[in-house]
Nanobody
Framework: QVQLVESGGGLVQAGGSLRLSCAAS????????MSWYRQAPGKQRDMVAT???????NYADSVKGRFTISRDNAKNTVYLQMNSLKPEDAAVYYC?????????????WGQGTQVTVSS
């Protein structure tokens, strides 16, 4: 079973940068599609960025040009580099892994890491 542990959240001023990390256990990391989601208080959880096993990337419109998702398969880790942070980026950020076995979709979430952006 895959387990995910996020780190790197914290408090940053508007315009600043943070890098989130998500370390995955297990030996199937290289075949996982990895995503970052975020959830602000009272709002739904939204996709921020996704990177597939083939390293195709997709971003929410609100973060394009500011955030970069990357992965290091040797370290079983996915990263989210966040630049030019805005107060509206403040949220709990969650890492998600998805993979398919015999046509069954599996999905695992991390515990989340808080990002606070002061104006």
């Amino acid at each position: 079973q895959v387990q995910l542990v996020e780190s790197g959240g914290g408090l940053v001023q508007a315009g600043g940068s943070l890098r989130l990390s998500c370390a995955a256990s297990g030996s199937i990391f290289s075949i996982l599609a990895m995503s970052w989601y975020r959830q602000a208080p009272g709002k739904q959880r939204d996709m921020v960025a996704t990177i597939t096993a083939g390293r195709r990337r997709n971003y929410a419109d609100s973060v394009k040009g500011r955030f970069t998702i990357s992965r290091d398969n040797a370290k079983n880790t996915v990263y989210l580099q966040m630049n030019s942070l805005k107060p509206e980026d403040a949220a709990v950020y969650y890492c998600n892994a998805r993979w398919t076995v015999l046509s069954v979709l599996n999905s695992v979430w991390g515990q989340g890491t808080q990002v606070t952006v002061s104006s």
